[in-house]
């Protein structure tokens, strides 16, 4: 079963000018799914390029590229990531955002959180016990550009599924989100 959104909690990352992280507010357990990774699923990044990408670049820092190529936007019509994202002025449809805020670890840090796709999106899960109180971190790839970071992590190396460098993608091909 799914860790309910209580089971987390936002707040100020240890990780120096990433700003917000998330943190476990229960303990959590090895293999455990918290979730998926929220927002508005578009069919390709040509399709998210065109809706929103060129008008809004901010929302670019948080989209996750599937492996068939869909491309998922956490954030709201300004490019930011809200703590809940509504597709209705009434809030009718709403989803927490949470999940957007998982960092990358710092320098010479460790992972918590891998993420695999299950045919209905990507699950986040917990790859290891992880204590109330704790950070939890998840690799971006080596496509992601670390530039913004201080001299934290590896220079982009380009993820051939993903033209546009909308989608971050680990050696194994799974794409991960930026961050802000």
């Known amino acids: 079963a799914l860790a309910q959104p209580s089971a987390t909690a936002v707040g100020e990352s240890t990780v120096p000018g990433a700003g917000l992280g998330l943190f476990a507010s229960e303990p959590l357990f090895e293999g455990q ?20 990408g060129q008008r809004v670049p901010d929302s670019m820092d948080y989209v996750w590229t599937t492996d068939d190529g869909k491309v998922i936007d956490p954030t709201g019509k300004d490019g930011r ?3 809940v994202l509504s597709s ?12 957007a805020r ?4 710092p320098l010479g840090g460790d992972v918590n ?3 695999e796709e299950d045919g209905r999106g990507v699950v986040f899960i917990a790859e290891r016990d992880i204590r109330i109180g704790e950070e939890l971190f998840m690799d971006y790839g080596t496509s992601y550009s670390r530039a913004d970071y201080g001299g934290h992590g590896n220079p982009p190396s380009g993820n051939p599924g993903d033209p546009l460098g909308l989608g971050k993608s680990n050696d194994d091909g799974r794409n991960f989100p930026g961050f802000k």
């Open 33 to 52: 799914p918290l979730g998926y990774y929220p927002g508005r699923v578009y069919a390709s990044a040509k399709e998210f390029m065109i809706a929103k």
């Open 81 to 83: 990531l809200p703590e």
């Open 88 to 99: 209705w002025p009434l809030g009718i449809w709403s989803v927490d955002t949470r999940l």
């Open 102 to 105: 998982i960092n990358e670890p």
């Open 113 to 115: 959180v891998y993420t």
